[in-house]
Every structure is written in structure tokens, then in C-alpha cells.
């Protein structure tokens, strides 16, 4: 029953058949900037409680949550030199788990607690101002190491919201081409009492999927576009196992239990010709809201997409759909996982997107749509020109709560101070027609 419902793909637990596939994977749970301010993070990931830290001397740090002692919430305690110390009674552990101090112990037992009571510690590394976490066996897979992160003359941001919702519609959203003409685009402009379907954006006349390596490319041709349209010869990429790359950003999708995930995306915005070079000396990290009033707020695209999948429900009920044939990825999707959980489960192979070998792992390159527009060096007045750039550059599109400094520090970077751009109206964000490329 399960294949049919595919309720076993959504299991994120360490007992679970999925959860054990999952934990092949390095995932996002946090960004640098944000953790470096507060030293000591709650995380949760695959539906076990941690503690994220960083230590004094910078080491970074990923234990069991309870303290071995009597269970007390290792996020309240506060990092030492060495370590992070459990606030209730004062136990210190080191980065592997080990205790490294019990005062009252060591005092009268000496020898009983230190170097012997552990608590269990995970692999975390840093890598494009993201903190990555390894829960899995050993040997542990390379940390996958993305062109993106290695781009230059960028500003970037890291977004985290927490979705309560599971991982895996998050992640069908990715390949899921056709809801872009519908949720992002034709129901914002109804939502502007733009009323007549004459306002709608060119429809999508034909898609394509195709796996790769590193995911599932998918393609679109719209009634307004040919085969040259970057959107249908490179296509965009649903990166394996848990996020989309449409070519500037990248939105992970974190499970963190079976009803929650953490949103964790990705942003570069390459600066005006005249801005260059351009260092960012630190990525900031902000949280974004999904609710305001009880409601979700749809002002943004990738708020809209939280609508969506949230509207699905905790768990979506599979065993009630009708997919159509815009649906082709997503079962594609769900083959490839449930394909992979066959062959993991019967001899261990490694799962799609797990990387070994440290030299397949240097700045390995995706297909990236618009590589020139998005990337490349232009003048500010040849950025302005693309409705699609122009749209960027007037205000953060993607999420909703973008803190005026982090807004400040991207007008700055763009050398926007002293430009305004008037709104030109809705704008087909697919439409690339008009660009610099
Ligand atoms: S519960 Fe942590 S030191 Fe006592
Ligand atoms: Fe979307």
C-alpha cells in the first residue's frame, strides 16, 4: 500500500525507512551569521533534538539536546573555551560528546563523570555561510561543494523559516514547473482586481523532465516561447535530495520531523559593473515570517509557495491525488527516492547525489538558465533593462521580512542609494524576452 501512497517517503525518523536513507545526506540547519551572534542554537533535524554551537575557540559544535546528567536542555546552557556547559548544574562537553568537567563530581568523585559520560555528537561544518550537519554512519560523504558558493562580486543572504508542514511537498514543489503561471504569477495579479483573463501570463504549452546527476532538470515552453528560451534549452534544476536551484538561489528544504520543515534559501545578486569588486565580509542571515494573523502571507514568492504546500496539509494524502501530466517530475521524484531506498536497503548502494570522491567535488557546476543575465557583468542601466532584474533590484521578491539592514546593505552593494525605481506593474517573471542576454 504504502508505494501507492508513498506515506513511507515522508517518515524522517532514525528508525524509519526514509529517515535511514536521509541521514546519507549532509542538510542546511542554520546560517553562520546567525549562530556566530548567538553561539548557542535549538535545532532540530530528522526528528531528533540537538544543541548547534559554536565554542570560544571557534571549534563548531552539534550534541543530543538532554544533558547526560539529568536531562536538562543543553540549549540553555552557554559555550567555554572548549566546549558548552549545561546551565542546571554546570557539566561541560566538549565537541565529540565527552564531558569534559562536572565541578561537584570532580570534586568528590573525581574520575567518574569526566572523560567517561558522553552524549551523543554529530559532524557539523560550515560551507557558503551555511552550517551543514551529518547525522549518518561513517565514513561520511563529501559536504558538497556547489559553483554557487564560489561565485564572486555578489551580494547574498540567507533566509531560514520553519514550515509546518512535511519536507517532501516542499520538494515536489521544486519540480513542479506549471504552478509558477498559477500561484506566483496569474493568482497575484487576480489578487490586484486585475479581473480579466486577457491579464493573465502566457500559458505553459509543453514541459520536460530529464535526470541528471545532481537532480531532475525540468523545461518549459510557453505560448509565448521557442526552443531558444533559456526556460526550455537549459532548463532549471530540482537539486537532489532537497532543493531547487533556479539559477541565482537556492531553497533547501530541511526535514526536521515529519511535520516541520525548515526552509533554508540561498540568494546572490550580482553587483552593478560599476560596484565591482565587491567583498561581502559577512552573509547575513534573517528569519522570515510564513504567518501574520493566523493567516499565510502571500505577498512573496516563496511565501506563496508555503501557502501552497501548507494547504496540502501536515502530510499531504498521496492516496487522494490525481497527477496529470504536469505532474511527470514529481513522479519521477518519488521513483527515484523509492528506487534508491530498494537498492540502499538490499546492499547499502549510496543514494542518488551522495558524493565520495573529494575530486568530483570541486565547484561542481549545474545548468543555470540566464547564466549570462544573472551572472555576468553588466552596467546597472543594461540590469534595468530586464523586467525580471529590474524587479529584483526594486525590492526582495522572494520573502517576506526582510530587515531594513540587510536591505540597506543590498542597496549599498548595488550602488542603489540614490535610485528609484517605480513599480511598472505586474511583471511575468518567467518572461525574458526584453533582457540583456
Ligand atoms: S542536568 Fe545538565 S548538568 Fe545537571
Ligand atoms: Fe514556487
Known amino acids: 500500500m504504502s508505494s501507492r501512497t508513498w506515506s513511507h517517503l515522508t517518515e524522517t525518523g532514525s528508525n524509519s525507512r526514509m529517515g535511514k536513507l536521509l541521514r546519507c545526506y549532509w542538510w542546511p540547519i542554520a546560517g553562520v551569521s546567525e549562530l556566530r551572534q548567538r553561539r548557542v542554537m535549538p535545532v532540530r533535524l ?4 540537538l544543541v548547534l554551537f559554536e565554542q570560544l575557540d571557534g571549534t563548531l559544535g552539534l550534541l543530543e539536546r538532554q544533558c547526560p546528567h539529568r536531562r536538562a536542555d543543553l540549549s540553555n546552557g552557554f559555550v567555554e573555551q572548549h566546549g558548552i ?24 568523585r573525581p574520575g567518574l563523570c569526566t572523560g567517561r559520560i558522553r552524549c551523543g555528537a554529530y559532524q557539523v561544518r560550515e560551507m557558503g555561510g551555511i552550517v551543514w550537519a551529518y547525522l549518518g554512519k ?7 561543494d556547489w559553483e554557487f558558493f564560489h561565485w564572486e562580486n555578489g551580494f547574498r543572504q540567507i533566509v531560514v523559516s520553519q514550515v509546518p508542514c512535511n519536507w517532501l511537498q516542499l520538494q515536489e514543489n521544486s519540480v513542479d514547473p506549471v504552478h509558477f503561471e498559477w500561484q506566483h504569477s496569474n493568482y497575484v495579479i487576480r489578487k490586484k482586481r486585475m479581473l480579466q ?14 535526470e541528471f546527476q545532481w537532480g531532475i532538470v525540468y523545461k518549459r515552453l510557453r ?18 535530495p532537497c532543493a531547487v536551484f533556479p539559477g541565482n538561489h537556492v531553497e533547501f528544504r530541511v526535514p526536521v520531523d515529519d511535520t516541520n ?12 559593473l560599476e560596484c565591482e569588486p565587491y567583498q561581502q565580509l559577512q552573509i547575513p542571515t534573517w528569519r522570515g515570517p510564513v504567518f501574520e494573523n493566523g493567516r499565510c502571507i502571500d505577498t512573496h514568492i516563496i511565501n506563496q509557495d508555503f501557502m501552497a504546500v501548507l494547504g496540502q496539509g501536515p502530510i499531504a494524502d498521496r492516496s487522494r491525488e490525481t497527477l496529470g501530466a504536469s505532474d511527470a517530475g514529481i513522479a519521477m521524484l518519488r521513483r527515484r527516492f523509492d528506487q534508491d531506498l530498494s537498492r540502499f536497503e538490499a546492499d547499502g548502494t549510496d543514494p542518488k547525489g551522495v558524493i565520495r570522491d573529494p575530486a568530483q567535488n570541486q565547484r561542481i557546476t549545474l545548468p543555470v538558465a540566464d547564466r549570462n543575465l544573472l551572472l555576468g557583468s553588466h552596467r546597472l542601466c543594461e540590469m534595468l533593462e530586464n523586467p525580471y532584474i529590474r524587479e529584483r533590484l526594486r525590492g526582495f521578491i522572494f520573502q517576506a521580512g526582510q530587515p531594513e539592514e540587510v536591505r540597506e546593505s543590498f542597496q549599498c552593494a548595488m550602488g542603489l542609494r540614490d535610485v528609484n525605481i517605480a513599480d511598472s506593474g505586474p511583471v511575468d517573471l518567467l518572461d525574458r524576452r526584453d533582457g540583456s542576454t
Open 46 to 49: 530528522l526528528s531528533e533534538d
Open 85 to 108: 556547559r549545561c546551565a542546571y548544574h554546570g557539566w561541560a562537553f566538549d565537541s565529540s560528546g565527552m564531558c569534559i568537567e562536572a565541578p561537584y563530581e570532580d570534586q568528590v
Open 138 to 144: 561513517d565514513p561520511t560523504p563529501q559536504l558538497p
Open 197 to 210: 483573463p486577457a491579464h493573465h501570463v502566457a500559458t505553459h504549452v509543453r514541459l520536460a523532465f530529464e
Open 223 to 240: 505560448s509565448v516561447t521557442d526552443r531558444s528560451d533559456p526556460l526550455w534549452a537549459t532548463g532549471r534544476v530540482c537539486l537532489w
Open 261 to 272: 520543515t525548515l526552509s533554508v534559501c540561498w540568494f546572490f545578486d550580482r553587483v552593478p
